[in-house]
């Protein structure tokens, strides 16, 4: 069994920071990228930013220059930096991870496992 817990989030002002983390854990054989992704109401999940264990990052477009994400392959944790935050990052950001189980270290099936979610809401 894998668990993703994260951590963070809540309510903060446009221009505000915000930071989330995640941490990943139990039968874990390999990760190969962790990420966040967001859902706002009536519309799709969304990818914000994902780092491989080499350190390869990717982002979003609508949050380049704002979010830095950020990765520990030692203790398997992700965290997200948000600065400058706009009403339209409002959203519910979910933690992913890319990973090989222990179950599968054999065959190398790669699965996909996600966080509890957490609310992050930009308003004044």
């Known amino acids: 069994q894998v668990q993703l817990v994260q951590s963070g989030g809540g309510l903060v002002q446009p221009g505000g920071s915000l930071r989330l983390s995640c941490a990943a854990s139990?039968?874990?054989?390999?990760?190969?990228?962790m990420g966040w992704y967001r859902q706002a109401p009536g519309k799709q999940r969304e990818l914000v930013a994902t780092i491989s264990t080499g350190g390869t990052t990717n982002y979003a477009d609508s949050v380049k220059g704002r979010f830095t994400i950020s990765g520990d392959n030692a203790q398997n944790t992700v965290d997200l930096q948000m600065n400058s935050l706009k009403p339209e990052d409002t959203a519910v950001y979910y933690c992913?991870?890319?990973?090989?189980?222990?179950?599968?270290?054999?065959?190398?099936?790669?699965?996909?496992?996600w966080g509890q979610g957490t609310q992050v809401t930009v308003s004044s």
């Open positions: 139990g039968s874990i054989f390999r990760i190969y990228a």
């Open positions: 992913n991870g890319d990973l090989v189980t222990t179950q599968e270290a054999r065959t190398g099936w790669r699965v996909e496992f």
